[in-house]
């Protein structure tokens, strides 16, 4: 299972691993500070982690062109909420649930 994080701020990113293999430890998850959002289909991700603040978060939301679940996670938000069957909001709070919540799709 591949799974693309996106986000700028470098320190968090330990964090966003240690979140992320409490659910999926196997995977393969690549960070990236930023990204041509038009290699995304190319990299076929089955989930992308991606934080409110990057300029790829207005091309990825609400974007029909991408297969992968997608969190977009942010400081700003106050819980977590399901925006459509394949994307999320959440802070980072609540970004171990919603790993959870996409585990029973993705790996079925």
């Known amino acids: ?9 470098l320190p968090r990113r ?4 240690n979140l992320i293999r409490i659910v999926f430890e196997d995977a393969q998850i690549s960070f990236f500070e930023s990204i041509d959002v ?33 969190i977009f996670f942010s400081g700003s938000y106050s819980g977590r909420f399901k925006k459509s069957e394949h994307e999320y909001h959440t802070n980072l709070k609540n970004l171990e649930k919603v790993l959870k919540e996409i585990e029973v799709h993705i790996l079925s």
């Open 1 to 9: 299972m591949k799974i693309i994080v996106v986000d700028n701020y």
């Open 14 to 17: 330990g964090e966003l691993e």
């Open 38 to 70: 038009a290699t995304l289909p190319i990299l076929e991700p089955s989930l992308l982690v991606v934080h409110r603040n990057n300029p790829e978060y207005r091309s990825i939301v609400g974007s029909k062109d991408f297969k992968a679940y997608r």
